[in-house]
């Protein structure tokens, strides 16, 4: 299995992006999926997750401004981001967890200038 992310960019504070993650390989439906992100310096944190029967959790940091949302046939994540402002500056990451597998994605740079 193999994560491709995309969808990260350079946008100004207040606007919006939309990561993309697919996943491919023989699973037809993953546990878990979902995003993270990490600046230089600090450790990699959660940003949203989401089961394959579609129960979501956020950090608090991205409750109401970011969706997370699943196509289970597609093996596919997306993160919606809303109102970005410069502190969601980071590498984003996409995850997925499924029995004893875990992997991770190459990442996507997201910068939100001011």
């Known amino acids: 299995v193999q994560l491709q992310a995309s969808g990260g960019g350079l946008v100004q504070a207040g606007g919006s992006l939309r990561l993309s993650c697919v996943a491919s390989g023989s699973i037809r439906v993953i546990h878990v999926m979902g995003w993270y992100r990490q600046t230089p310096g600090s450790q990699r944190e959660v940003v949203a997750v989401?089961?394959?029967?579609?129960?979501?959790n956020y950090a608090d940091s991205a409750k109401g401004r970011f969706t997370i949302s699943r196509d289970n046939a597609k093996n596919t994540v997306y993160l919606q981001m809303n109102n970005l402002e410069p502190e969601d500056t980071a590498v984003y990451y996409c995850?997925?967890?499924?029995?004893?597998?875990?992997?991770w994605g190459r990442g996507t740079q997201v910068t939100v200038s001011s």
């Open positions: 995850n997925m967890r499924h029995m004893d597998m875990e992997l």
């Open positions: 989401m089961t394959n029967a579609g129960s979501a």
